[in-house]
């Protein structure tokens, strides 16, 4: 195994830490099911970006690797949708209340719910468009397995820092006053609102640079 192999790899876990560390809707999800419903409850969203980011890994490298493209309307049509799921998500973290919390009807969010709101995050498609796909691709003229190790590393390390964090979470919500945790929870919904808003702008920025 040369250097250039080893390179990858370290690329794939530096890559993958600052994503799981990174602010986003996923992250914020995260904390908000972990301070909710414990750390078991947070880890199911760890897993998200492994599940929402596979369709996107292939179909990125496969146009880089092979064609040129505009993805621009695709990535403003994505943003809208996001903005949506993430306003819904919003609205559930400012319904909690301290009577609901203590009779236990707060619903979980459900893996397809957070996959979804994954899915149509524009971020992802740019983070893979612009930084990791082109690396990848770049991994795969010097095989195969330099490609899959640096996916494999990435994955990990995104994974791992997202695990330790709802663990983190999970272990002091029961330290937590009953209107902490439901403060917390309406600045974790102002922030799935502000990511929103940068969702929709996103969109509506590039809808309106196109039809100039």
Not at 42 to 60: E, N, Y
Not at 191 to 208: E, K, P, S, V
């Amino acid at each position: 195994m040369d250097m250039e192999y080893f390179s990858f790899l370290w690329k794939g876990i530096l890559l993958g830490i600052h994503a799981g560390i990174s602010p986003g809707p996923v992250t914020t999800l995260l904390v908000t099911e972990s301070l909710l419903h414990g750390s078991r409850a947070g880890m199911k969203i760890a897993f998200v970006p492994v599940l929402t980011d596979i369709p996107v890994i292939c179909i990125v490298i496969f146009l880089l690797y092979y064609l040129t493209f505009d993805a621009t309307i695709v990535i403003a049509v994505i943003s809208m949708i996001g903005a949506l799921i993430l306003c819904g998500l919003s609205y559930e973290n400012f319904s909690v209340t301290e009577s609901r919390y203590e009779r236990g009807e707060i619903v979980r969010v459900s893996l397809l719910k957070a996959v979804g709101m994954n899915f149509f995050n524009p971020n992802l498609y740019i983070y893979w468009i612009t930084i990791c796909g082109p690396l990848a691709v770049s991994g795969l003229h010097h095989g195969w397995s330099t490609m899959f190790s640096f996916l494999i590393t990435f994955y990990i390390s995104i994974t791992s820092v997202k695990l330790g964090l709802s663990l983190a979470v999970g272990s002091v919500r029961h330290t937590l006053n009953l209107k902490v945790i439901v403060w917390l929870n309406r600045v974790l919904g102002a922030a799935m609102l502000l990511f929103a808003i940068l969702f929709f702008w996103q969109g509506f920025q590039i809808i309106t640079k196109v039809s100039e």
